[in-house]
């Protein structure tokens, strides 16, 4: 695969993340049937989050934590040369922590937790938690929202990526079911740049990558209570197959499959919604961003993957320009530097 073929897949990638996180911004904590009655026909563009959703205030088009710490962890990234190590996680979590619109609004407690406890490593003092930690609380998408770069700069090397994607989640999310379900992301982005990649082949890695992510995170991580998040990407793809028509299946993705915080409801939905359309980038973020409760975490997880595949084929090129603008970033730039590094691999 050619430079120029990388860098359409990164900037795909990041682009699809961006859109999902944005206009997922709009839907969040909205069921299946609340988006369908408040937006008939559905979200379908960028608009501005009402009083409903952790985002209002944005504009149409801003991003939250979902691709903000994926774009500030990518160019971390590209600082290290293109090597990917926990000290890039590091470095991006200590950035994002000074960024207020979105440390302020949208940092969980398993994030907060862990750059306070960063930021006192660092200032050489004592961080002490004074409560009994619950860990399988950390069992949560925030591992999988911010993984794509572990996939698109290890592209086409499906065992590199799983292992920079658990490096990368034992920053904040330190248990095996955040590391299986980072890693299927992972796994199935860097199959994504393979040549003759297919949606089905980006399944298959996705399913190894959560299979031998657990193991990874069984054998060094902590073990906590919660479903399996390849047994649950099994599900979801049982249901992406059947015969209904699209919007039964995308309704049972949310009733059986879940769409909210953990991870083994967001990553498994995320596979689920990437199936039933085919791969196809707008129309995968398009369905997760109307699927319902965490849409732009699943949006975010789902377009990385399908923007991976497809690279910006089908996108609208004049919503990079309004990404950028609102978001004061530069992702075609970003793209660039990232498949350069990527093409050395």
């Given amino acids: 695969m050619n430079k120029q073929q990388i860098y359409d897949k990164v900037l795909g990638s990041l682009v699809c993340c961006a859109l ?5 911004a709009v839907t969040e904590n909205l069921t299946f049937d609340q988006i369908r ?11 501005a989050p009402d009083k409903s959703a952790f985002a209002y205030g944005n504009t149409p088009g801003q991003i939250t934590d979902d691709f903000s710490q994926t774009y500030i962890l990518t160019e971390e990234i590209i600082k290290n040369k293109g090597i990917v190590s926990p000290e890039c996680v590091e470095e991006m979590l200590i950035k994002w922590s000074n960024i207020p619109r979105y440390f302020n609004r949208f940092a969980g407690p398993t994030t907060r937790s862990a750059i306070e406890a960063l930021k ?6 004592e961080y002490a938690v004074n409560q009994v930690i619950d860990y399988a609380r950390q069992a949560t998408n925030g591992s999988a929202m911010k993984i794509s770069p572990a996939g698109f700069f290890n592209p086409g090397n499906v065992d590199k990526a799983i292992k920079d994607a658990a490096a990368i989640t034992k920053v904040t999310h330190h248990n095996q079911l955040a590391i299986s379900g980072a890693c299927a992301v992972a796994a199935a982005i ?5 040549e003759k990649a297919t949606v089905y082949s980006v399944i298959q890695a996705g399913i190894y990558g959560a299979v031998q992510g657990e193991k ?11 479903a399996s998040v390849t047994e649950r990407i099994n599900l979801a793809l049982a249901i992406a197959l059947s015969s209904e028509s ?10 059986i499959v879940g769409s909210g915080l953990h991870i083994s409801e967001a990553v498994p939905a995320a596979f689920g919604i990437f199936l039933i359309c ?22 975010a997880i789902a377009g990385s993957i399908a923007g991976a595949l497809n690279g910006t084929k089908g996108i609208d090129l004049s919503l990079i320009y309004v990404l950028d603008r609102e978001n004061e970033i ?3 730039e970003t793209a660039k530097q990232a498949a350069e590094l990527a093409a050395e691999k």
């Fill in 216 to 226: 990874i995170g069984m054998e060094t991580s902590r073990i906590v209570g919660g």
């Fill in 246 to 255: 699209r919007e039964d299946r995308l309704r049972k993705i949310y009733n």
């Fill in 330 to 332: 530069h992702l075609e």
């Fill in 190 to 194: 860097s199959s994504a740049f393979s």
């Fill in 278 to 299: 085919d791969g196809d980038g707008w129309e995968t973020v398009c369905e997760a961003v109307n699927v319902g409760y965490d849409t732009d975490t699943v949006a």
């Fill in 20 to 24: 999902g996180d944005a206009m997922g």
């Fill in 120 to 125: 006192a490593k660092r200032e050489g003092r």
């Fill in 37 to 47: 009655q408040k937006y008939p026909g559905g979200v379908r563009e960028l608009l």
